[in-house]
C-alpha cells in the first residue's frame, strides 16, 4: 500500500457514490450509459473472484465486497427501477466490439494459463476499454450533464494514481505488472480530452458540450 493506491481507491470510490447519488437524488438515469455499467458489474465479477479463495487484507477485502455491490446496484437502477428514465436509444454501442477482442487477447496474453488468471486478465483489459459506451454517448447526444461529469473526472483521476502507484512500486519493490500498466495507460489516454474539457469548462462553471457527430 502507498499514497497513491489509496487516493486511487478514494477517486474510484467517490466516482462510483456520484453517480449513485446522482441518479437517487433525481430518480433517473439520462446521460448514464447502462452498457458501460454493465462492463464494469463483469470487470469487478471476473476479478474479485479471488474473494472465495485469497485473503489479503480486510481493507482489500471490504473494497471489493463495496465495489461489487455497488456495480450491480447500480445496473439495477438502470434497467429496473428507473428503466423508464434510461436514454436507450443514445446508449447504441455494440459491446461485442469490445468484449470479442478482449476475450480472445486475455487468452493470448496472460501471466499463466489458469481459469482465474485469464478472468483477471480479463477484467484489466475490459476496464481499459469499459468507458467507451459512455464517451460515445456523450459525442452523440452532444452534451453531459455536470454531474456525470464528476464521475467521469473521478473515475479518470483513478486511473492516473493507479499508474503513479505502479510508479512508485517499480522504484520502492522493483515491482511491476505490464498487462496492469499498459490497459491502465490506455485508458487514461481515452480520459485525456475529456480532462481538458473539465478543466476548461465544468471548473468554470459551464456545461461541457461537444460537437455533434456528422
Known amino acids: 500500500m502507498n499514497i497513491f493506491r489509496i487516493l486511487g481507491d478514494v477517486s474510484h470510490l467517490l466516482a462510483i457514490i456520484i453517480l449513485l447519488v446522482k441518479i437517487v437524488?433525481?430518480?433517473?438515469?439520462a446521460g448514464i450509459s447502462g452498457k458501460s455499467q454493465i462492463?464494469?458489474?463483469?470487470?469487478?465479477?471476473?476479478?474479485?473472484?479471488d474473494l472465495f479463495t485469497n485473503f489479503i487484507?480486510?481493507?482489500?477485502?471490504?473494497?471489493?465486497?463495496i465495489f461489487l455491490?455497488?456495480?450491480?446496484?447500480?445496473v439495477h437502477m438502470i434497467y429496473v427501477k428507473f428503466r423508464k428514465t434510461f436514454d436507450s436509444e443514445n446508449d447504441s454501442f455494440r459491446l461485442e466490439f469490445?468484449?470479442?477482442p478482449v476475450t480472445?487477447?486475455?487468452?493470448?496474453?496472460?501471466?499463466?494459463?489458469?481459469?482465474?488468471?485469464?478472468?483477471?486478465?480479463?477484467?484489466?483489459?475490459?476496464?481499459?476499454?469499459?468507458?467507451?459506451?459512455?464517451?460515445?454517448?456523450?459525442?452523440k447526444t452532444g452534451e453531459a450533464e455536470t454531474i456525470t461529469t464528476h464521475y467521469l473526472f473521478f473515475l479518470g483521476l483513478y486511473r492516473a494514481l493507479y499508474i503513479a502507484n505502479w510508479v512508485w512500486r517499480y522504484h520502492t519493490e522493483n515491482f511491476y505488472d505490464q498487462i496492469a500498466i499498459v490497459s491502465g495507460v490506455v485508458q487514461?489516454?481515452?480520459?485525456?480530452?475529456?480532462?481538458?474539457?473539465?478543466?476548461?469548462?465544468?471548473?468554470k462553471g459551464k456545461k461541457l458540450s461537444l460537437p455533434m457527430p456528422v
Open 25 to 29: 437524488k433525481s430518480k433517473s438515469c
Open 39 to 49: 462492463l464494469f458489474a463483469l470487470v469487478f465479477t471476473t476479478r474479485y473472484l
Open 57 to 65: 487484507s480486510i481493507y482489500n477485502t471490504v473494497m471489493k465486497v
Open 69 to 74: 455491490i455497488c456495480a450491480y446496484v447500480t
Open 98 to 100: 469490445l468484449l470479442v
Open 104 to 139: 480472445g487477447l486475455s487468452f493470448l496474453e496472460n501471466h499463466s494459463f489458469t481459469p482465474l488468471e485469464i478472468l483477471w486478465t480479463f477484467s484489466i483489459y475490459l476496464e481499459s476499454v469499459a468507458i467507451l459506451p459512455q464517451l460515445f454517448m456523450i459525442s
Open 188 to 203: 487514461t489516454i481515452f480520459y485525456c480530452d475529456f480532462f481538458y474539457l473539465y478543466v476548461t469548462k465544468v471548473l
